[in-house]
């Protein structure tokens, strides 16, 4: 049975209401636990569970340390393009929306990601809009291959594919596989994802099982908070890091705490969720998920993933870019404008051609990042808070 079987069986809604009845006793009760079940998790994201934030800080806080170290992986995001074939109403990348696109070549890529090697970085994650014509896994082995040399992680975040598309890239090199679900609420994806593949709820649920299959050692899942009620969401993905858990067992699991971000489009936020329950979250996952990595991105600004490290953090981003060329500029003289997914001309002198200030390239980013810190600067503050930040955690060899 797949997920999708076991999701569609699941009494989540059932859940959040309960989560919204839970007494103040009911919480203290499900900190206490050391195992936890959908129904304790459901307890420990209750706003009764609020009151527990302290007692919740401190299990996460020595969990992690016990599982992971006082140890904070970093990686960087490589943008590939920005091209695709989606409409995502939340997404700086939409097909309609009318932006600078471009898509790097192999030697653009490989200007990139040297940059983010000098400083400092060894595990790297590939991104890149849904376009076939542009990102075909022909390409994205091509990148692989020609980063595993200098790489000893390289993970994707790219367009759903099936089980013998993605086993070339594995072969070539990629380890890791992140996908987020946006949303695991059925009727707000309908109505986010209007137009491209992307449409397919069950097809992109099922794709941390078709990398597992084609061999990825690690996996990565997460709503896109900000869409459907926060409780939901974070009830659905405990309940499919759970199920990945006992049917993929093989490989690490990760799972990412996104908020929404402002993006080309402008799209506005339909839900939300504090920092106080953000946090409270990042504490319920690690109690309820002692062995699963957590990861924070740039998305959040410099206090808040400062004052999150403590409670269950084991991955983060620094110093990203979310357009393609980012870091260097490369790929600069090959942008275009598009509209409704079609080149349109822009004069010479249009705005849109302006250089940016603080930006390499005029290419659009996917949304604005919060973090604007060196990897240099985030990996100092990471010291100074007591922990050790990791740019390479393993190396290829070891698989030989």
């Known amino acids: 049975?797949?997920?999708?079987?076991?999701?569609?069986?699941?009494?989540l809604a059932a859940l959040v209401k309960k989560s919204l009845g839970t007494t103040a006793a009911a919480a203290r009760e499900a900190v206490a636990r050391n195992k936890f079940s959908l129904a304790d998790f459901a307890a420990l994201i209750s706003p009764a569970a609020t009151e527990n934030l302290e007692a919740m800080g401190q299990r996460a806080h020595l969990l992690t340390q016990q599982r992971f170290g006082k140890t904070i992986r970093l990686f960087a995001p490589?943008?590939?393009?920005?091209?695709?074939?989606?409409?995502?109403?939340?997404?700086?990348?939409?097909?309609?929306?009318?932006?600078?696109r471009v898509t790097l070549s192999?030697?653009?890529?490989?200007?990139?990601a040297q940059a983010l090697k000098a400083q400092g970085f060894r595990n790297i994650l590939l991104v890149a809009g849904e376009h076939p014509k542009f990102v075909?896994?022909?390409?994205?082995?091509?990148?692989?291959?020609?980063?595993?040399?200098?790489?000893?992680?390289?993970?994707?975040?790219?367009?759903?594919?099936?089980?013998?598309e993605y086993r070339p890239l594995v072969a070539a090199g990629a380890?890791?596989?992140?996908?987020?679900?946006?949303?695991?609420?059925?009727?707000v994806y309908a109505e986010m994802h209007t137009a491209g593949p992307k449409r397919n709820f069950d097809w992109r649920l099922e794709t941390p099982e078709r990398a597992y299959a084609a061999g990825f050692r690690r996996l990565g899942i997460s709503p896109l908070y900000g869409l459907a009620d926060w409780r939901y969401e974070a009830l659905s993905a405990a309940a499919h890091a759970d199920y990945l858990l006992r049917n993929c067992w093989k490989a690490a699991l990760t799972i990412s705490t996104v908020r929404i971000r402002p993006c080309a489009g402008e799209f506005q936020a339909l839900t939300h969720i504090s920092d106080r329950e953000l946090a409270q979250l990042i504490c319920a996952l690690r109690l309820m998920f002692p062995d699963v990595g957590i990861v924070l991105s740039t998305r959040e600004n410099p206090k808040l993933r400062d004052g999150l490290i403590p409670l269950g953090v084991t991955t983060m981003s620094a110093g990203a870019r979310t357009e393609p060329g980012g870091y260097t500029g490369a790929g600069r003289e090959k942008i275009h404008h598009t509209e409704r997914g079609l080149i349109k001309e822009l004069a010479s002198g249009a705005s849109e051609w302006a250089p940016v200030e603080n930006r390499a390239t005029n290419a659009t980013g996917q949304f604005n990042i919060a973090d604007e810190r060196t990897p240099g600067e985030v990996a100092a503050r990471i010291r100074t808070l007591g922990y050790e930040p990791v740019w390479k955690d393993w190396d290829a060899a070891l698989t030989l």
């Open 1 to 11: 049975m797949s997920f999708v079987a076991e999701f569609n069986s699941l009494p």
């Open 78 to 100: 490589l943008y590939l393009s920005n091209e695709c074939v989606n409409n995502c109403s939340y997404c700086g990348f939409s097909r309609d929306n009318p932006i600078l």
């Open 106 to 112: 192999l030697d653009e890529m490989r200007q990139e």
């Open 136 to 164: 075909s896994n022909g390409y994205l082995r091509d990148c692989i291959a020609a980063l595993h040399a200098d790489w000893p992680s390289v993970s994707l975040e790219v367009g759903p594919m099936e089980v013998a």
């Open 175 to 187: 380890d890791g596989l992140v996908v987020y679900q946006e949303t695991y609420d059925r009727a």
